[in-house]
Antibody, heavy 118, light 112 residues
Framework: QEQLVESGGGEVQPGRSLRLSCAAS????????MHWVRQAPGKGLEWVAV????????YYADPVTGRFAISRDNSKNTVYLQMNSLRGEDTAVYYC???????????WGPGTLVTVSS | DIVMTQTPLSSPVTLGQPASISCRSS???????????LSWLQQRPGQPPRLLIY???NRFSGVPDRFSGSGAGTDFTLRISRVEAEDVGVYYC?????????FGQGTRVEIK
């Protein structure tokens, strides 16, 4: 059974940085693209970033372009999200999501909460 | 960006009765490969989302057959044939036809 577990969330001041990690198990990690999707408190889902299975391509949502960077280490079955210049509007639960067959978000981690506040 | 609009935003339903959620996209979701990458997700209270339906009408592994999807082009529907207590939560449509991937605003299903 595939499993995704995020870590690295917490409270941080505006302008500071944070790095999220997502450890994957139970499937062939190096065969799947991986996404980060976030959900602000009481709000809906917002796609943040994606990285191809081999790391060859990376794409970002406009609100985070130039501030966030997605990466992966297939030897460690882990995907990362480096978040710089954090703003209050980045406050959200960040989910790590597997890019499944047929272009699906087919497996989700429990999420990690990032709070940006002074 | 493709805008996904769901209606209603809230749906009070009696146990055992059907429920229906509509999702409309601002542009056709037919991909150049001929497929339509429209999925439905369920988010129960306090839990992460989970995949229910993909490519309009295909149930994901383990999803009960009371859930069904239909539609084409820009108009899509998720139906629950007989709502059970465990179906309470928020349902999202999401398109993966065109970058960036976009979600509907969510529809809350609650028991009357």
């Amino acid at each position: 059974q595939e499993q995704l577990v995020e870590s690295g969330g917490g409270e941080v001041q505006p302008g500071r940085s944070l790095r999220l990690s997502c450890a994957a198990s139970g499937f062939t990690f190096s065969s799947h693209g991986m996404h980060w999707v976030r959900q602000a408190p009481g709000k809906g889902l917002e796609w943040v970033a994606v990285i191809w299975y081999d790391g060859s391509n990376k794409y970002y949502a406009d609100p985070v372009t130039g501030r966030f960077a997605i990466s992966r280490d297939n030897s460690k079955n882990t995907v990362y999200l480096q978040m710089n210049s954090l703003r209050g509007e980045d406050t959200a639960v960040y989910y790590c999501v597997r890019w499944g067959d047929e272009k699906t978000f087919d497996s989700w981690g429990p999420g990690t909460l990032v709070t940006v506040s002074s | 960006d493709i805008v996904m609009t769901q209606t209603p935003l809230s749906s009070p339903v009696t146990l055992g009765q059907p429920a229906s959620i509509s999702c409309r996209s601002s542009r056709s979701l037919v991909h150049s490969d001929g497929n339509t990458y429209l999925s439905w997700l369920q988010q129960r209270p306090g839990q992460p989302p989970r995949l229910l339906i993909y490519k309009i009408s295909n149930r994901f592994s383990g999803v009960p057959d009371r859930f069904s999807g239909s539609g084409a082009g820009t108009d899509f529907t998720l139906r629950i044939s007989r709502v059970e207590a465990e179906d309470v939560g928020v349902y999202y449509c999401v398109q993966a036809t065109q970058f960036p991937w976009t979600f509907g605003q969510g529809t809350r299903v609650e028991i009357k």
